[in-house]
């Protein structure tokens, strides 16, 4: 192969290359997205439906890189760590095959080899680098990146389904995303990939996307992409294969009104919703039916419900409340006993509701008229704006309907709270 054919199919046919690799479903779409990957020195943002195979673009993408341009110092960063390690295991697939041997040869009159391997950093015999640095690294959005500098840096799916259900996800997000563009060179460029999942999520710091959809890609066939339809919610789909927002298809709870005056909730009825470790919020309601209205107070900790006690019943003696209710289907009522060894009144419950068709109907039984009080968690009310089916976390939702089904059908609920004390 001659080193003008070689360096011609890396930068303009990185498809064929793709196909030698054995990624023989790459098509002519994908060989543009690599084009524009490998030769643009832009920031720029592809979003492309779940199969798309956009990742398997980028792999190629930064092997082809780090072998034409060596001088480059590239960054790879999806959201955890472990994702990062996957791709990294890939492009040092590609770095190794005999293909890029066959390549470089040309180009170089040498093999690649690689000088540095590991799960988070690879380094070739291309460079001649001086200072050692690791011509392509990989991490996190949780990790440390003060002090690092790049040429290229390469987002693939940093937003994802915790990004939809959190707003406290969303701008740690962005915030990372932000502090990226303090690490590039001067003259570096950005290429983003992935998919979106809520209006506000780091997608939109980024530059306008280049967009495709399922159907618009080719790649899924009428008939596989009605199986895919059946087999998940509708909200998932919208998402992953039409990247429409999930809020837009599927939202329960409109806009919501705010900044009451907390008096207004005050001698209502509360309500906790505990966490007991994990990814779980511990929620605390506090709801109040005045002349047709339900005032709302909510606090939200993402902490076990043990850490949040103090504050519970500082705020119950705050609003003036009574009772505090409770289900206690996960603890055995455990927490009703500790809150009555405090000199709590407690009115735990069996939950034997769906969750989601609680929240769906009770809580938007009495949405219209929800006035949440001023000093109520935004976390808690986005928490409550986002819920859908499909949601990560439900806990402020949980706890809102909860109570909402006691005010709503008082007088003839079949809900009987055993009360301590």
């Not at 705010?258 to 909730?265: G, L, M, V």
């Not at 966490?275 to 993402?302: C, P, S, V």
């Not at 949040?308 to 505090?324: A, N, Q």
Request: charged letters at 30%.
């Amino acid at each position: 192969m001659r080193r003008e054919t070689a360096i011609k199919i890396l930068e303009f046919r990185p498809v064929e290359f793709g196909h030698l690799l054995g990624f023989t479903k790459l098509t002519e779409l994908h060989n543009g997205w690599m084009i524009h990957m490998i030769r643009d020195k832009k920031d720029e943002t592809l979003q492309g439906h779940r199969g798309s195979y956009k990742t398997t673009c980028v792999s190629i993408a930064i092997a082809v890189l780090m072998v034409l341009h060596p001088s480059y110092r590239i960054a790879f960063i999806r959201k955890t760590d472990d994702d990062v390690k996957e791709i990294i295991k890939q492009v040092k697939k590609i770095l190794t095959s005999q293909h890029m041997a066959l390549f470089t040869e040309a180009i170089y009159g040498i093999p690649v080899q690689l000088t540095e391997d590991n799960s988070v950093a690879l380094t070739t015999n291309m460079t001649d680098d001086i200072k050692g640095t690791s011509q392509l690294t990989g991490f996190g959005t949780g990790s440390s990146v003060t002090g690092k500098h790049f040429d290229i840096i390469f987002t693939d799916d940093i937003v994802n389904l915790k990004d939809r259900a959190s707003r406290a996800e969303r701008e740690r997000t962005k915030l990372f995303y932000q502090e990226l563009k303090n690490l590039l060179n001067r003259g570096g460029w950005m290429k983003n990939s992935g998919t979106p999942w809520h209006k506000d999520d780091a997608f939109s710091l980024m530059p306008p996307p280049q967009r495709y959809d399922c159907y618009s890609t080719g790649l899924i066939s009428p008939e596989e992409l009605e199986d895919i339809r059946s087999s998940m919610t509708r909200s998932l789909f919208a998402a992953n294969y039409e990247l429409r927002h999930v809020a837009a298809e599927d939202v329960l709870f409109t806009e919501p009104v705010k900044n009451a005056d907390p008096a207004k909730a005050e001698q209502g009825l509360c309500h906790v919703d505990a966490a007991y470790g994990g990814e779980d919020y511990t929620a605390f309601t506090i709801m109040k039916r005045d002349n047709g209205k339900y005032y709302i107070y909510g606090r939200l900790w993402h902490k076990h419900v043990d850490d949040c006690l103090s504050d519970i019943i500082r705020l119950r003696e705050t609003f003036l409340c009574g009772k505090i209710h409770m289900e206690d289907n996960g603890d055995k009522g455990y927490l009703a006993k500790d809150l009555k060894r405090r000199g709590e009144r407690v009115a735990p419950y069996h939950e034997s509701m769906n969750k989601y068709l609680k929240i769906s109907t009770y809580l938007k039984k009495i949405w219209k008229d929800a006035v949440f009080v001023e000093g109520t968690d935004d976390e808690y009310i986005d928490q409550i704006c986002d819920y859908n089916e499909n949601a990560e976390h439900d806990d402020a939702p949980d706890s809102c309907a909860s109570l909402a089904r006691l005010l709503w059908r008082k007088g003839e609920s079949t809900y009987k709270p055993l009360l301590y004390g």
